[in-house]
């Protein structure tokens, strides 16, 4: 941790607006910055050793907030450490909006037509600013959906609808082949691989989806049959 922010988003009469924001700090990491990480913020080691220790930083974002929220929660969330409700705005725009072309942070700004022309987001990859964004996409998200909805996505995993690497990147995952499925479930490391969770969960998703279809078109029909629509559902359970 080397800088942290924060922008605050409260609940008003009149609707969810931001109170206040966005605030940054430079933290301390009582280590050298590698020149890779540097090369993304530009904060060298001379203006870091001015800043807060981290249990300072951790202190600021907690402060006052009932619900903790990131653009990635699940990398943010194990430098603050808190047992409050996070809000994963990555993960609830894949669901929200899931055709769209990057669910990054400044992609989905401009996409959306959020906060354009601000200076308050700029510079890119420094913490106030980028807490700014995600404050704005928060707030879209807020037109959509409860922020009780909001905690729920951000715990489980997300149905997505193309794939996002390897040979059939691009492709919707109901396009893609038996044999790459059962790579992925069966062969490959993603399933003990925790930032793959969304992939592992389409997968499965799918070859339930595909086995019960089989199973419905495979059965004897009869005037007394009916079809189960929620086939597939009680196939994932197996799971």
Known sequence: MVEVGWTDVRLFPTGWEIERGPQSVLVNPGMAISFPAMAV?????????????PSQAKQHVRAGADILCAHNSAFDSRFIGTDRPWICTFK????????MQSHGNSSIRYERGLCLGDDRSQ?????????????HILLDLLKIYQPETL?????????LIKVGFGEHFGK??????????????????????????DDVHTARLEVSKRAAKASTSSAPTS????HDPDAWRKEMERF
């Open 151 to 159: 905690i729920e996505m951000t715990g489980r995993p997300v149905t």
């Open 41 to 53: 913020h530009h904060i060298t080691d001379e203006q870091a050793a001015s800043g807060i220790s």
């Open 223 to 226: 005037a007394a049959s009916t």
């Open 123 to 135: 510079p890119s990859h420094r913490a106030g600013p980028d807490t700014w964004v995600t404050a």
């Open 172 to 197: 919707r995952w109901s396009d893609v082949p038996d044999k790459y499925l059962d790579w992925i479930l069966n062969k490959s490391s993603m399933p003990s691989d925790p930032n793959r969770e």
């Open 92 to 99: 609830a725009a894949r669901t929200a909006w899931p055709d």
